[in-house]
């Protein structure tokens, strides 16, 4: 025992003097090219006296990054994330002139603009060797990150596994591709896109594919909401309006995520699929779990530990991460930029603005937020949780402005797929074995943009068809123009005759779009408006609405007939007539017609829900936001999204016909995912323990360092 931890310290000391030795030598070149940054005296030193300033100045750095990085980053952890990442090269360069500064004889200079170079590149150059001589010693490289998850476990007060070894209950890491569908993930890995994917599905004892199929709302609100809490009852859309309350409910806001995940606890009343050992990384909601980063719904709450961004603190309080990353979001940002360049010189179609704070969103997503998120799964890994759940954003983020089939969203899938590779090898060395578990939370649908396709929005369409004024491009549309002569028809008014202008009154609708789905609802009705109501205030609207060629159908409560389902050509069918491939629906496939029924029943369904149209030929959609790739309503790949697992788990066809359903189908609904996946903790560690309303808190631990891993092959000049 005792030989074995002096032949661990002597090959740390070895690997310090290493990254000492080649960080003195990157500073003697880049002294040699920099003309702004010297190591010597005005007079000239030897080469002997220049070598040992270079190796003092080395030195005072590489300590500063140890031991003041840290205490940086977390007094910043008031700074907004974006903007976190963009002072990393301003704090990196401050503390390469305090270490010259250091220097006995004020030998080492340098202006601030070259210190933030040569801080960049001392940092990327001493975090490559330290990686490579890591390699070189997979044992050691496993027992540091070892200890430094049991430190994390035992400051989180929480249990170690089962026997502390391999031998016990294997745990399940959930990693969550958002925005990818079925079909894009299986011929991204028979393309070659996805090699780690591939492999898994070629092995025959490794990983089955199979699609499931979303709720009415294709969106990640509802449908992780769903898959972590059991339930996703009346989430109608993305973003809709309360009007007990007078609220906007949009899901990426802390506020709102805070309160869905409240209504879901309170509903089922279980903490969430993550509640017995659990982690949750990058999500919307917390799943139950106590160690949490980067989770949206926490953001909302107030107490030390419970902020957003404190998350980031355990993945930039390392230098070396810090610059990788920083490095990789400003490749991203110019990959953005020449990507959307290209796309306007070329004039690709269809096409939306990538301009404005785009390119720097584009890079968060994708790079990271990404790094963050999976630095924090690795550490679970290591810590030897019994559940975690992650989500990766990037592809969804691409894919709304680049196409979810363009070549930028192919890229994106590449890198993705060289994290899944990562997870995948680190769970060879973790202290138990654990199974991995690829799934989507929807697709993307391709098609140009509803504005784009007929030159006004659908606010615009709603406000012409109501008689509202509308914006004077919209005025010399088509669609406008014909929602006029609707109105002045209705009203028996000369079609000539040019309608009053008038201000916005409080009966003016609120109009929000999802996607390709949009949600009307009158603030001054109470209650649900009802189709008679609507057509007295505005006579014009549903009949204008329903037979637009860029809407599909509409939802609307009748007095009469209950709610019904209009179309165009004058369609009707009441809602519990539906039936998959006839009427209005007709296009939209199976599910479609249960999907609808459901979201009649919530409380929070809008006055009037509009899905726009369909083509099943190509399967292109027009969404009512600025995306080329959307999701969020019923048509093609958004509603079909994937689930990846081993086969050593139960089939979810089977866990669906236990339930009675039919053999030959796929999961449908959020909620019905969930049950498969506490099906299989339930197969892999037990019964898991529901946590009830009263005595759910969530906790988050997240503030120490994570391991120095290399998750990012995105640096200048790496392919792709």
């Not at 030195?59 to 003041?68: I, N």
């Not at 899944?420 to 973790?430: M, R, S």
């Not at 999701?631 to 093609?636: D, N, Q, T, V």
């Amino acid at each position: 025992m005792g030989d074995g931890r002096w032949r661990t310290a002597g090959r740390a000391l070895l690997r310090v003097v290493a990254v000492w030795a080649v960080s003195t030598l990157t500073l003697l070149v880049l002294a040699g090219i920099l003309p702004d940054f010297q190591l010597q005296s005005d007079d000239g030193d030897s080469v002997t006296r220049t070598a040992f300033t270079a190796a003092w100045g080395a030195g005072a750095f590489g300590l500063l990054s140890a031991l003041v990085w840290p205490v940086l980053v977390r007094a910043l952890l008031i700074v907004p994330a974006l903007v976190l990442g963009a002072l990393v090269f301003f704090l990196n360069g401050s503390l390469l002139l305090i270490a010259l500064s250091l220097i006995p004889d004020g030998r080492g200079t340098a202006n601030p603009e070259t210190a933030v170079v040569v801080a960049a590149v001392m940092s990327a150059v001493a975090s490559a060797t330290s990686t490579a001589l890591a390699v070189r010693d997979d044992d050691a490289y496993r027992r540091r990150l070892s200890r430094l998850a049991d430190r994390r476990r035992r400051r989180g007060g929480t249990a170690g596994t089962a026997d502390g070894g391999r031998g016990g209950p294997p745990g399940i890491v959930f990693v969550q591709l958002d925005g990818v569908g079925h079909d894009v993930l299986e011929q991204a890995a028979a393309a070659g896109l996805m090699p780690t994917v591939a492999g898994l599905l070629a092995d025959e004892a490794g990983h089955r594919l199979t699609p499931w199929s979303t709720d009415w709302s294709s969106q990640t609100g509802a449908s992780q909401l769903g898959i972590l809490h059991g339930s996703n009852f009346d989430v109608p859309a993305f973003r809709w309006y309360e009007k007990e309350t007078g609220t906007v409910m949009v899901s990426s806001r802390p506020a709102s995520a805070l309160e869905l995940q409240r209504r879901a606890i309170v509903r089922t009343r279980d903490g969430g699929l993550l509640t017995v050992d659990g982690a949750s990384r990058g999500n919307l909601f917390s799943g139950g779990a106590d160690q949490l980063a980067l989770v949206l719904s926490m953001a909302a709450r107030r107490g030390k530990g419970r902020r957003s961004r404190a998350g980031y603190f355990a993945y930039f309080s390392d230098p070396a991460n810090a610059v990788r990353t920083a490095l990789s979001f400003v490749a991203e940002v110019g990959r953005e930029i020449g990507q959307s360049t290209r796309a306007r010189i070329r004039k690709e179609s269809p096409r939306v603005k990538r301009g404005g704070l785009y390119p720097f969103i584009r890079a968060f997503a994708t790079v990271v937020e990404r790094d963050v998120v999976v630095a924090a799964v690795i550490g679970d890994m290591f810590a030897g949780r019994t559940a975690v759940y992650a989500d990766l954003v990037a592809y969804d983020e691409v894919a709304h402005h680049s196409g979810p089939h363009s070549r930028d969203a192919e890229k994106v899938l590449t890198r993705l797929d060289r994290s899944l590779g990562l997870i995948a090898k680190v769970a060879e060395h973790t202290p138990r074995t654990y199974r991995i578990v690829l799934l989507s939370d929807h697709g993307q649908s391709p098609g140009e943009t509803f504005a784009g396709r007929y030159g006004l929005t659908l606010k615009d369409l709603v406000r012409a068809g109501c008689g509202l004024p509308v914006p004077r491009r919209a005025q010399r549309t088509r669609s406008a123009s014909e929602a006029r002569d609707a109105v002045r028809i209705a009203l028996h008014r000369p079609v000539g005759e040019k309608e009053a202008e008038h201000p916005a009154t409080p009966s003016d609708p609120v109009v929000l779009a999802s996607g390709n789905l949009g949600l009307l609802s009158f603030p001054d009705i109470e209650g649900r408006a009802s189709r008679e109501e609507l057509e007295r205030r505005h006579p014009a609207l549903l009949a204008t609405l329903a037979g637009h060629p860029g809407i599909g159908f509409l939802l609307v409560r009748s007095e009469e007939h209950g709610s019904v389902v209009l179309g165009p050509d004058g369609a009707e069918v009441p809602v519990p007539e539906l039936t998959d491939g006839e009427g209005p629906i007709a296009a939209f496939g199976a599910g479609a017609a249960e999907a609808v029924r459901r979201t009649d029943t919530f409380p929070h369904v809008a006055d009037v829900m509009v899905n726009s149209m369909y083509d099943p030929e190509t399967g292109r959609v027009h969404a009512f936001e600025e995306q080329i790739g959307s999701h969020g309503g019923l048509g093609g790949e958004q509603s079909r999204p994937f689930l990846l697992w081993p086969r050593t788990l139960a089939d979810p066809r089977d866990v669906v016909a236990a339930e009675g359903g039919a053999a030959s189908c796929g999961p449908v609904g959020a909620e019905a995912v969930h049950r498969i996946l506490a099906r299989w903790l339930r197969e892999l560690s037990g019964p898991q323990v529901p946590l009830l309303t009263e005595g759910f808190t969530g906790a988050e631990r997240a503030d120490e360092p994570f391991p120095d891993v290399d998750t990012d092959a995105d640096a200048p000049g790496a392919r792709g």
